[in-house]
């Protein structure tokens, strides 16, 4: 079995900032790709951020400049630095990975449960 496990979210005044992290444990060979997604109320999940395991980075263009991901291969964790935040950016923010659990099996599809990520005015 694989588990994410999202920490970090919370309650924060516009312009402040959050650490989210996302640990991923279980039966994991390799991981390619981490990398957050968020759902605000009536709206489609949308990619935040993401990560490869060499470090490339990708990033939703309503969040560059202020908000980096980062990532601890050792630990198999994934991190969004969340910097001047605003309204819009409150949502529930979801952990992913793409990852082998074996050298042979295939590329899973892994997510977290979500973390709530409120910016009030």
């Known amino acids: 079995q694989v588990q994410l496990v999202e920490s970090g979210g919370g309650l924060v005044q516009a312009g402040g900032s959050l650490r989210l992290s996302c640990a991923a444990s279980?039966?994991?060979?390799?991981?390619?790709?981490m990398g957050w997604y968020r759902q605000a109320p009536g709206k489609q999940r949308e990619l935040v951020a993401a990560?490869?395991?060499?470090?490339?980075?990708n990033y939703a263009d309503s969040v560059k400049g202020r908000f980096t991901i980062s990532r601890d291969n050792a630990k198999n964790t994934v991190y969004l630095q969340m910097n001047s935040l605003k309204l819009e950016d409150t949502a529930v923010y979801y952990c992913?990975?793409?990852?082998?659990?074996?050298?042979?099996?295939?590329?899973?599809?892994?997510w977290g449960q979500g973390t709530q990520v409120t910016v009030s005015s």
């Open positions: 992913n990975a793409l990852l082998r659990k074996t050298m042979t099996s295939p590329v899973g599809d892994y």
């Open positions: 279980g039966s994991i060979f390799s991981i390619n790709v």
């Open positions: 990560i490869t395991s060499g470090s490339g980075t």
